[in-house]
């Protein structure tokens, strides 16, 4: 089994910020947090990833909490195109996905 | 950057027949590949682990004998599906692994139809 648990599904507007959740109680500490995206009939995309400190590039942002049990990943400007499934995983040791968030974006 | 590429990325065969499929990465060399399936609407599920020069570990429930897996080398994995069946039809990723920036890369994927 996947070691996260994402809400099912989310609507955001677009051109606000979409906040995504995940959490990874039992993480280990060598363990990196990553996310990934899939639009439909394509291979997941590489979004981000993070260890222990927060981590920011040009397609979003990753806040992980102090006890790295949880972590958000952020979109700051959500546009229609961001609309996709979002899967965090963590690793190495484990690559299976869990169901993931889909993720609307409204005009 | 790191880029896999998976091909075909369609293909359409006889119940009975069989398919392999091809993952490389371009412009890396990957010590681990990672098969997955995935049905409509669902996530996906891994299938097997590989290892370049070693045999792959498959995910409880896979037919190992079904799903022969190769790794020669540390640019490609082939995953042959074999004797292929309706059940099998399925969307088929692959993804490989660089030390770095870049983790976990995932092929375009293949869409298997078994006619």
């Known amino acids: 089994d996947a070691k996260t648990t994402q809400p099912t599904s989310m609507d955001c507007a677009e051109g606000r910020a979409a906040n995504l959740p995940c959490n990874h109680s039992?993480?280990?500490?060598?363990?990196?947090v990553y996310w990934y995206r899939q639009i439909h009939s394509q291979g997941p995309q590489y979004i981000i990833h993070?260890?222990?400190n927060n981590e920011t590039n040009e397609m979003a942002s990753l806040i992980i909490t102090e006890d790295r049990k949880s972590s958000t990943l952020i979109l700051p400007h959500a546009t229609l195109r961001d609309t996709a499934v979002y899967y965090c995983?963590?690793?190495?040791?484990?690559?299976?996905f869990g169901a993931g968030t889909r993720l609307t974006v409204k005009p | 950057g790191a880029v896999v590429s998976q091909h075909p990325s369609w293909v359409i065969c006889k119940s009975g027949t069989s398919v392999k499929i091809e993952c490389r990465s371009l412009?890396?060399?990957?010590?681990?590949m990672f098969w997955y399936r995935q049905f409509p609407k669902q996530s996906l599920m891994l299938m097997a682990t590989?290892?370049?020069?070693?045999?792959?570990?498959?995910e409880q429930g896979v037919e190992k004998d079904k799903f022969l897996i190769n790794h020669a080398s540390l640019t490609l994995s082939t995953l042959t599906v074999t004797s292929a069946h309706p059940e099998d039809s399925s969307f088929y990723i692959c993804?490989?692994?660089?030390?770095?920036?870049?983790?976990?890369?995932f092929g375009s994927g293949t869409r298997l139809t078994v006619v």
């Open positions: 412009d890396f060399q990957a010590t681990t």
């Open positions: 993804s490989a692994y660089k030390d770095g920036d870049y983790g976990y890369t």
């Open positions: 995983i963590v690793s190495p040791g484990d690559m299976r």
């Open positions: 039992t993480i280990s500490g060598n363990e990196y």
């Open positions: 590989s290892n370049e020069g070693s045999k792959a570990t498959y």
């Open positions: 993070g260890l222990k």
